[in-house]
């Protein structure tokens, strides 16, 4: 859920940016942003040694063998982003310490979203 929230702040100012999937190596979900509409693309490409698991720069040989473009308002990205982070959070509260830096920090960057 952070690399969606950390993209969706990172879309306020880039307009491309790659999410690694955590389970498989070479695929990455891309979000396009044009004007107010996010294009929403699962894609394949090697990583490239030194990447991290956001990037906002096409990676070498990126092909589209899944879907691609699905279209979405980016404030209902955003919107639907924070709230599924917001209920998971609650969750993540009840199984540890609220204190949790990782919950500190996903609450941290859904609230510099909603600025």
Request: aromatic fraction near 8%.
């Amino acid at each position: 859920m952070y690399y969606f929230l950390e993209a969706v702040r990172l879309l306020k100012t880039e307009r491309y940016v790659l999410i690694s999937d955590i389970e498989k190596s070479n695929i990455w979900i891309e979000l396009k942003m044009e004007k107010d509409i996010v294009e929403i693309s699962k894609v394949s490409a090697d990583k490239p040694e030194g990447s991290g698991a956001i990037e906002t720069k096409k990676v070498p040989n990126l092909t589209y063998p899944y879907w691609k473009e699905k279209r979405v308002i980016y404030e209902d990205l955003k919107k639907e982003v924070i709230d599924k982070t917001k209920l998971y959070v609650e969750e993540l509260k009840v199984l540890n310490n609220e204190s949790n830096k990782e919950i500190l920090k996903m609450e941290k960057l859904i609230l510099e979203i909603e600025k």
